[in-house]
Each structure stands twice: as C-alpha cells, then as structure tokens.
C-alpha cells in the first residue's frame, strides 16, 4: 500500500471512529432518563376518604392488596406512564409490600427487563412517624436518623427485587428509574429545624446509599432544598397552576395538575381551586407538553389517587358539583364522607362524561399523540370494565352479586361476561345479576369482563373468586306449574 493509500486509509478509519463516537454519544444521551421519557403519577399508600369525587374501588387505595395494586399499575401502564412516584409512607407499610409484590408478579409475567412501570421512591413528611415534627439533621445523630427512613425502604424494596448474581448490595436496582445512571429520588416537603444544608448534604445520602445499595441517587427535591445544591425539577403540590417547569436546563421537566378540590380544608377560597372543567384544563396542559420545545425528559403527574385534594387520575364516580347540590357539606372527617362526594365548601365542577375512566382515557390519546403524533378522529383507546362483585378473593356463598360498570370513551358496543371460560351473559353497559353459586364447585373461580367499543377495541378484566357454601345447598325447587 502506497502512503497516499496509507493516508487515506487512516482518514477513513479515523471518520469511522468519529462517527462510532458519535452515535455512542448520542445513545447515552438517549439514555441519561431511564425510562425515556419518564412519565410518572404520584402514588400515594395511606387510606383516603375524603374527596368530592368518590372512587370506584372505595377511597384512595380500596383494600390496598396486591389484587388492588395489580389493578392500578394496569391502569397506569395502559394510560401510557412509563413510571410511578411510590409514596413511602410511615404506617401503611401493608399496602408498600403489597404493591411491592404486584410490582414484582408484574415483572416474573415478563420474558426480560424491568417492570413496564419503573420506581420512583417518593419521600415526603410521611414517611417519618412524626409528620410535622421539625427533623434535626445536620448532626450525625440526625443525619443517621433521616437517613434510616430511606435505606429502610430500600432494605424493602430488596425483599421483592433481591440482586442478581455478580451485583453490588442487596437489591437490585433494574426496577428503578435512572437520571444519568443514578437512581431517581424524589425528595418532597420535609419539615426540617433548618434548610440551610450544606451543599455536601445530598453527596452524603447517595454515599451511604452507595455503600449499602451499591448506586448512588439523582436527587429531585421540594424547592424549599433548593441550597442543598440538587436538582430542582419538582414542583409538586405547589398551587393551582396546571402546568410548572423545572429550571434543570439539562432535563427538561414538567408537573401538570389534574385538578384541586380539597373537601378537608374549609378556610381554603374558590380562587385557590383548580377545576376539573370536564378535564379540558388538563388536556391543555398536555397540549403544552406535546408543543414544548425542548421536548421534557420527565413529566410529573399530581396525581393519580391523591383524592383528598381532588387531584386524582383514578377510576370514579362521574359527579356533578354545584352550591345547593344537596352533598355532604358537614365535616369532612365524618363517616359519610367515605360512601359520598363530600365539601363543606360549594363549588360549581364536573367530572365529565359518564365514564370513570375519562381522566386515565384523556392520558393515554395525550401521550400517544405526543410520542407518535397526532391520531386524527380515529378512536384508540379501548372500553373498560370494573367488576365490583365479586372482588378479588371473595368468598361467597347463596345467590351473590354479579355488579359490574363498563365504560368507552367514545361509545360501548357490548359487553361480555364469561364465568370459568363460559360465556355467562351479555349486555350492553352496567350489568346487575345474581349468581346461583350452589350451581358450582366450592373453590376457587374466575369471572372475566371483555368489553368492545363500536371501533372494535377490546380489553378484558379477571377477578378470581372462592364459593365456599354448606354441603348439601341446592336451589329451592319451584313450585309445579298450575297449567
């Protein structure tokens, strides 16, 4: 090979190598928001009630079992989030394992990878045992003592997703979201004797977390850290706004607000109340979402069962507000609050039309049209179904309910009830029967829901339930026919 050969030989391996650079480059840069983009809900574990807009399950976590949480984090998944803010939450540590263990049932369907919904820890004042309590942390002691409620949810979290041979730490991390190789952490409002940290504070947390977890945290933090030197991007239960932007200029971030009704603060004024309006606010605020140039790297959503400030994505009763509408409007911490929409303050609102799923629906053509453009007048979004008897692990005996509510966003075609992989029954929307159960096997059964739209969408739900009646039950025999 001549040296002219020679030389251009080497340009050419040398763009070659250039060019391998860069598209390394562009993959990691691709890859610094893990799952890209990060789209995520805040979660919340502890029992709500109160609410003007009552859920389908019955408060802000229904039975709170892994039944319950495999149902939301399909919801969730469906609507088109690629993550979850997990509230951590001191005394609702059932409904943490719980969700947990669906998380984890989630991840074993899968032949690879991490759950389709990705952690975000979320840690905010309760998940401390004294919620208001200002917490001392700058002396060791203190600083240990914050710190324990952290690792203790990690040292949980190992439980369900234990390392893998040849990790670091206990736990394995695949289950998390990642900012820049880190795992992400969400630090809200803490009550703390001083903000004034200094700007080693977070360096200290995500050494320990090193230490004892093997990886280091991306910290996303309430402004009022703001002198702690971390990110800055969340901006949370922060007012009425729809929509707030964070100021990391690397990873563009937003927090929209589905809404603001809290029915247990009385003094609050209407001015302060974001409405619901049918959900056409919230719609708007995805619309700058999809409009925003750069285009965000995380999207924040308040909330999805956050019900006692009305704020919720979650399935619920579609309800109508106006002053006079004859609601409960005596105090929010009464009984009555749990069974209906309770606001000592009127206020004129609606939750749209007839479907509980509206919010979850709106998401999910939203998202879609963010990440794939737009989808015209098609219909998409497929019908649902909630199968409010029997539930899940319900034992039952006699004549029991068969109570079930189904629901499109455009308009339902028909609905297919099959018990045991038989069609039972049909119908076209809310369906209410009773089940002769001494006509089966005491143990356990399957009763699935498919509902179609008339754009032929389809989507199926399956609650497993237990017949348990006396040996020796059967049917009253009717009396003989006079003719």
Known sequence: MNAANLSEAMRTVRLAGF????????????????????????????????????????????????????????????AGFTAQLFDVTHGAVASMRNHLAAMRARAEDLPEGPPPLRLVPFIAAEAFAEYSAPKEVLSPAGFEAFYKVIRGFFDMCAEYFPAKPGQKGPLDPAPFARVDGRVFIVLWWVPLQSYDLPRTFFAALSDRLERDFGFRAYWSVHEWFESGGPDDVNYLFNGPKRIQKGRNPKYPAVDLLVAFWPPNLESYASDLFAARNGAAPYAAAWDEVIAASPRPSIVL???????????????????????????????????????????????????????????????????????????????????????????????????????????????????????????LLTGTGRIDRRLKSWNLSNGPHAISVETIDEAGNRSTVTNEFFVQNPAGTRERAAPPSKR
């Open 301 to 423: 959503v308040e909330s999805y069962n956050e019900i006692t400030e009305g704020s919720h994505l979650m399935p619920s009763w579609p309800v109508s507000h106006w002053p006079g509408d004859g609601h409960w409007t005596g105090p929010p911490d009464d009984p009555a609050c749990a069974t209906q929409p309770c606001h000592p303050v009127s206020y004129t609102d609606t939750w749209g039309p007839p479907n509980p799923w509206h919010y979850l629906d709106v998401t999910r053509r939203k998202i879609r049209e963010w990440l794939e453009g737009p989808v015209g007048t098609a219909d998409v979004v497929p019908p649902h179904a909630f199968i409010i008897a029997p539930r899940s692990d319900d034992v039952v005996s006699g004549a029991t309910p068969i109570t079930i509510l189904a629901a499109d966003d455009v308009a339902l075609r028909e609905v297919r009830v099959r018990l045991d992989g038989l069609l």
């Open 19 to 78: 060019a391998s650079l860069l598209l390394a480059l562009a993959n990691t840069a691709a890859a610094q928001v893990d799952p890209s983009p990060l789209i995520a809900p805040v979660v919340f574990h502890w029992v709500q009630t109160q609410t003007a807009w009552p859920t389908l399950e019955g408060g802000s976590v229904g039975s709170a079992s892994q039944a319950f949480w495999a149902r939301q984090d399909a919801l969730m998944e469906t």
